[in-house]
């Protein structure tokens, strides 16, 4: 059980995990909307880089027990703040990404803020509402993962 969740600027030596937890196949599948092939390291790590360049983003390590267990970052698309994330299926359940969020929103203090889930991403849904986001509307998009429209749920935070 992870005691402690920190969160820290992302260094070089994080993508070697990083690049693991967003190509482990259940966790791909629940997010749904990912790379368009999550075991191209290359494509991963050119957009890391790109997003790490990006000045309208914030990407932060999430530090569980002292070790990587998870990514967080918010940016601006078409003027609007977002937030994602992604933890390591080993650590699910334990609090890890409630946690994260709650950091992650003490340091971007950007209002409104929003995030997207795919709909039937209950975990990811839940931890969103605890931390205070409201649904806001659902849309439906090509996710990659599954190869199919899926419908996701907008929230968004005060």
Sequence with gaps: MIREVTLRPVEDADFDALFE??????SVRM????AQDPDDREAFEAHLRRNLANPDTTNRVIVGDGRVVGSIASFV???DTEITYWVDRSV???GVAGRAVELL?????TRPVHARVASDNAGSRRVLLRAGFEVVGT???YA????AEVEE???KLG
Excluded at 31 to 34: G, I, R, V
Excluded at 105 to 109: A, D, G, Q, S
């Design 105 to 109: 929103l003490r340091e971007v203090t």
């Design 144 to 147: 990659n993962a599954r190869k």
């Design 139 to 141: 849309d439906v998009g």
């Design 31 to 34: 997010a749904a909307f990912t």
């Design 92 to 94: 699910w359940g334990q």
């Design 153 to 155: 749920t907008i929230l």
């Design 77 to 79: 698309i078409e003027g």
């Design 21 to 26: 937890f967003m190509r482990d196949p259940e």
